[in-house]
C-alpha cells in the first residue's frame, strides 16, 4: 500500500470514528442538556436522542412527552414513532401511560394506538377512566378511530366515569354516531344528567330522530 492510499484509509478511518462518536452521544451531556431551562437545549437533546437506539433512549424520550414546551414534547412523539419494536412500545405503555403529566399520557395512548399494540384496549379503558377530563376527551376519540364499532362497549361504559360533563357527552355522542339505535337509548337514560354537557348531547341525539319521537324529546 503507498503512501497515497495510507492517508485515504486513514482519512476514512477517522471519518468513520466521527461517525461513530455522532451516533452515540455522551450520556452526561444529554442529560444535561434534558435538564436545561431552555428549550432549544432539550430540543437538541430528543434529536440526538433519536439517533440512539435502546430502551435507554426510548425512556427518556418518553420522559420528554410530558415537557413544558409543545414542541418540545412533539418532537419526542415524532421521534418515539420510529420505534415500533416490541421492547419499545412496552416502554412506552409502562411509563408513557403512568407519566405524572397528562400531555404524555395523550401521547403515548396515541402512539401505542398507531401501532394497534395487542392490549390496545386495556390501554384505552385506562385512558378513558383517567383522572385527567382532557385525557378522557381525547381517548373517546382514539378509541373511535382505533376500534370503530368493536369499541361500543368501552365507549358507553365511560358514560359513567367522572363528573365533568364534556368528556361524558363526547362519549355519549361517539356512541350514537356508531350506533343510532343504542345511542338514542342510552341518551334517553340521561335527559337529567346532573352535566349540562350530557343533557346537551343527549337532547342534539333524540332530537335527530325522525317524526313525533324526535320532536317529543326535543
Given at each position: 500500500?503507498?503512501?497515497?492510499n495510507?492517508?485515504?484509509f486513514?482519512?476514512?478511518?477517522?471519518?468513520?470514528?466521527?461517525?461513530?462518536?455522532?451516533?452515540?452521544?455522551?450520556?452526561?451531556?444529554?442529560?444535561?442538556?434534558?435538564?436545561?431551562?431552555?428549550?432549544?437545549?432539550?430540543?437538541?437533546?430528543?434529536?440526538l436522542?433519536?439517533?440512539v437506539?435502546?430502551?435507554?433512549a426510548?425512556?427518556?424520550?418518553v420522559?420528554?412527552?410530558?415537557d413544558?414546551?409543545?414542541?418540545v414534547?412533539?418532537?419526542?412523539?415524532?421521534?418515539?414513532?420510529?420505534?415500533?419494536?416490541?421492547?419499545?412500545?412496552?416502554?412506552?405503555a409502562?411509563?408513557?401511560?403512568?407519566?405524572?403529566?397528562?400531555?404524555?399520557?395523550?401521547?403515548?395512548?396515541?402512539?401505542?394506538?398507531?401501532?394497534?399494540v395487542?392490549?390496545?384496549?386495556r390501554?384505552l379503558?385506562?385512558?378513558?377512566?383517567?383522572?385527567?377530563p382532557v385525557?378522557?376527551?381525547?381517548?373517546?376519540?382514539i378509541?373511535?378511530?382505533?376500534?370503530?364499532?368493536?369499541?361500543?362497549?368501552?365507549?358507553?361504559?365511560?358514560?359513567?366515569?367522572?363528573?365533568?360533563?364534556?368528556p361524558r357527552?363526547?362519549a355519549?355522542?361517539?356512541?350514537?354516531?356508531?350506533?343510532?339505535e343504542?345511542?338514542?337509548?342510552?341518551?334517553?337514560?340521561?335527559?337529567?344528567?346532573r352535566?349540562?354537557?350530557?343533557?346537551?348531547?343527549?337532547?342534539?341525539?333524540?332530537?335527530?330522530i325522525?317524526?313525533e319521537?324526535?320532536?317529543?324529546?326535543?
Amino acid at each position: 500500500m503507498n503512501r497515497r492510499n495510507v492517508a485515504q484509509f486513514c482519512l476514512a478511518l477517522l471519518c468513520l470514528a466521527g461517525l461513530c462518536l455522532a451516533a452515540a452521544p455522551d450520556p452526561r451531556d444529554v442529560l444535561r442538556l434534558l435538564e436545561s431551562r431552555d428549550a432549544r437545549d432539550r430540543l437538541r437533546a430528543v434529536k440526538l436522542l433519536k439517533e440512539v437506539k435502546g430502551t435507554g433512549a426510548t425512556a427518556r424520550l418518553v420522559q420528554v412527552l410530558g415537557d413544558e414546551d409543545a414542541e418540545v414534547r412533539s418532537r419526542a412523539e415524532s421521534a418515539l414513532k420510529l420505534r415500533g419494536g416490541p421492547d419499545d412500545l412496552a416502554m412506552i405503555a409502562s411509563r408513557g401511560m403512568k407519566h405524572p403529566r397528562p400531555a404524555a399520557r395523550r401521547a403515548a395512548l396515541r402512539l401505542l394506538a398507531a401501532r394497534r399494540v395487542p392490549d390496545l384496549l386495556r390501554h384505552l379503558e385506562a385512558a378513558l377512566a383517567d383522572r385527567d377530563p382532557v385525557t378522557r376527551e381525547a381517548a373517546v376519540g382514539i378509541t373511535v378511530n382505533a376500534l370503530a364499532s368493536r369499541g361500543l362497549p368501552t365507549l358507553a361504559a365511560a358514560l359513567t366515569r367522572g363528573r365533568e360533563g364534556r368528556p361524558r357527552a363526547t362519549a355519549l355522542l361517539a356512541v350514537a354516531g356508531l350506533d343510532g339505535e343504542r345511542g338514542a337509548e342510552i341518551a334517553r337514560k340521561v335527559l337529567c344528567d346532573r352535566a349540562l354537557e350530557v343533557r346537551v348531547a343527549a337532547t342534539e341525539i333524540l332530537a335527530g330522530i325522525p317524526g313525533e319521537r324526535g320532536l317529543a324529546a326535543a
